[in-house]
């Protein structure tokens, strides 16, 4: 048996996010378009006395390291389907901004997922994991596949979406984060009393996805999440404007944010947004990356 496997498992970006109302469960159906993106985390599983978690990067002081971990729901579910013990020690090195808006911690679920798949050898199918990755939350199939997607129902029910070309992303993270819950419960608020009509995909975005066209993409994107976050998180407004102002050809919310995301023409363009909205003071770090990308991926070590 391997002593340990690592995965690497990318970021998301939502291209398009359409909303619907609230379902008698709680959750909204979604029309949600996941570009992956190269920005990572790693998590390595090691065999274990019991199952514990460990983090490190930047802002692992704000990953919990208890059972509500994806990661160890990940190795939970997946040791429960198989009638084992989830004895592994999970330790992840975070990249992926936390409570950010880009699936770190849905990464980190997909990834330890696979992780403990091929430590255990457990032979479960490609359909069997991604069960398992919806069970563990909306955006966690998507963090499994990579690529890029649509995905409906939750978020969690995947169609492969074509891509032409590389895209070039800026992304400003926030001082703080925001609680993906809150800001659709903020959604909920906003909409009151208005008729919130069911989320259809954009022609438009899937055929600039399609044609890898960054100018077509930049006029097709939007998130139904950004004005709840906004009215969250007021201070993102300046942290858009200054990506427009530097010449991002879209600027707009993450997901549930607070990370704001910047589309480029190509990579100088992207390197010379990032550099003025470093200046802007308007966020805590920025950083550029590409996609699509592979979704999570098992490393030769
Ligand atoms: O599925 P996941 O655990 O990532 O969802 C986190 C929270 O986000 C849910 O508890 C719910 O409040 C909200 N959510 C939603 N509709 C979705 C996905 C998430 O309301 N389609």
């Known amino acids: 048996m391997n002593a340990s496997v690592t995965v690497r498992v990318p970021a998301k970006v939502n291209v398009q996010l359409a909303v619907g109302p609230a379902r008698p469960d709680g959750f909204h159906d979604l029309a949600n378009v996941f570009l992956a993106v190269g920005l990572y985390d790693e998590v390595t599983v090691t065999p274990a006395d019991g199952l514990r978690v460990t983090c490190e990067g930047p802002d692992a002081g704000q990953v919990p390291l208890d059972r509500t971990n994806l990661a160890a729901r990940a190795a ?3 040791a429960g389907r198989y009638g084992r013990s989830p004895d592994v020690h ?7 901004p936390v409570a950010g808006g880009m699936a770190g911690g849905s990464a980190d679920g997909a990834g330890a997922l696979l992780a403990c798949d091929a430590l255990w050898g457990t032979g479960a199918s490609r359909d069997e994991l991604l069960e398992i990755c919806a069970e563990l939350g909306s955006d966690v199939p998507f963090s499994l596949v990579g690529g890029a997607a649509l995905g409906t129902g939750r978020g969690e029910r995947l169609t492969a979406l074509e891509t032409g070309g590389t895209f070039h992303w800026v ?3 926030a001082d703080r984060g925001l609680s993906t819950p809150a800001v659709f419960r903020e959604f909920d608020r ?3 009393g208005t008729d919130i009509p069911g989320p259809v995909a ?3 975005l899937i055929d600039a996805l399609a044609k890898g066209d960054p100018d077509a993409l930049a006029a097709a994107v939007s998130n139904d999440l950004q004005p709840a976050a906004l009215s969250l998180f007021p201070e ?14 879209a600027a707009l919310v993450s997901g549930s944010g607070p990370t ?3 589309l480029a023409r190509d990579a100088a363009a992207a390197a010379a947004v ?5 200046a802007s003071g308007t966020c805590r770090t920025v950083r550029t990356a590409s996609g699509p990308v592979p979704g999570a991926t098992v490393l030769d070590r």
Do not use: C, Q
């Open 274 to 278: 990032a550099g003025a909205l470093r």
């Open 260 to 262: 704001t995301a910047f």
């Open 236 to 249: 993102l407004a300046a942290t858009l404007a200054a990506g427009r102002a530097a010449g991002a050809l």
């Open 76 to 78: 939970e579910a997946l």
């Open 171 to 173: 992304f400003a993270m």
């Open 90 to 96: 999970v330790h992840i090195a975070k990249d992926i």
């Open 202 to 204: 954009s022609r438009p």
């Open 190 to 192: 906003l909409g009151e």
